[in-house]
T-cell receptor, first 116, second 114 residues
């Protein structure tokens, strides 16, 4: 079974530029998550999709971050414009069921973003 | 609000030493608990999980964890570490909600000296 795919793996941009990340979850998984992991901290949820609808985006900085999962499969996360504090690893995860308990999440390799 | 606290930020052990990493969470309801591991250059992988039943759970590579509800703890243990266990370890909790959001601790970096 193929795992969660993410691209690019690394990205370096200057502040105020835009950047987009892509995620393809495990086939058939209903729920997709985007996490932000700042160096020295644990991952923090940015947004969660169930199929192609948003379930939780309470911690997404909506003035600069946006995400979509148009056909309920792959997803893109965009930052526009980027700030220095956005430097982090952006992790995508998926889970087979539609949220709730007893629902294991599988993580992709992440995209390491450096904002100069 | 839910939170997870990992007691140790950086642990250094010699091979064959015993390991215990502390994890405490704050949530009063039904919880699912996880330990994830991130080896150097690799992605987060599930080490073990507790959903219900026997509070002593066994995971991959000889790791185990004990859920103590009265102490809100889920400590990770391994009787004898190997150099290949060098990695970052994250405790995470998933509370009773419809969203499935995981709350992670800040992580513990384990360095095993050969």
């Amino acid at each position: 079974e193929a795992g969660v795919a993410q691209s690019p793996r690394y990205k370096i941009i200057e502040k105020r530029q835009s950047v987009a990340f892509w995620c393809n979850p495990i086939s058939g998984h209903a729920t997709l998550y985007w996490y932000q992991q700042i160096l020295g901290q644990g991952p923090k949820l940015l947004i969660q999709f169930q199929n192609n609808g948003v379930v939780d985006d309470s911690q997404l900085p909506k003035d600069r971050f946006s995400a979509e999962r148009l056909k309920g499969v792959d997803s893109t996360l965009k930052i526009q414009p980027a700030k220095l504090e956005d430097s982090a690893v952006y992790l995508c995860a998926s889970s087979p069921r539609a949220g709730g308990l007893y629902n294991e999440q599988f993580f992709g390799p992440g995209t390491r973003l450096t904002v100069l | 609000a839910q939170s997870v606290s990992q007691h140790n930020h950086h642990v250094i052990l010699s091979e064959a030493a015993s390991l215990e990493l502390g994890c405490n969470y704050s949530y009063g309801g039904t919880v699912n608990l996880f330990w994830y591991v991130q080896y150097p250059g690799q992605h987060l992988q599930l080490l073990l999980k507790y959903f219900s039943g026997d509070p002593l759970v066994k995971g991959i590579k000889g790791f185990e964890a004990e859920f103590i509800k009265s102490k809100f703890s889920f400590n990770l243990r391994k009787p004898s570490v190997q150099w290949s266990d060098t990695a970052e370890y994250f405790c995470a909790v998933h509370g009773s909600s419809n969203t499935g959001k995981l709350i992670f601790g800040q992580g513990t970096t384990l360095q095993v000296k050969p």
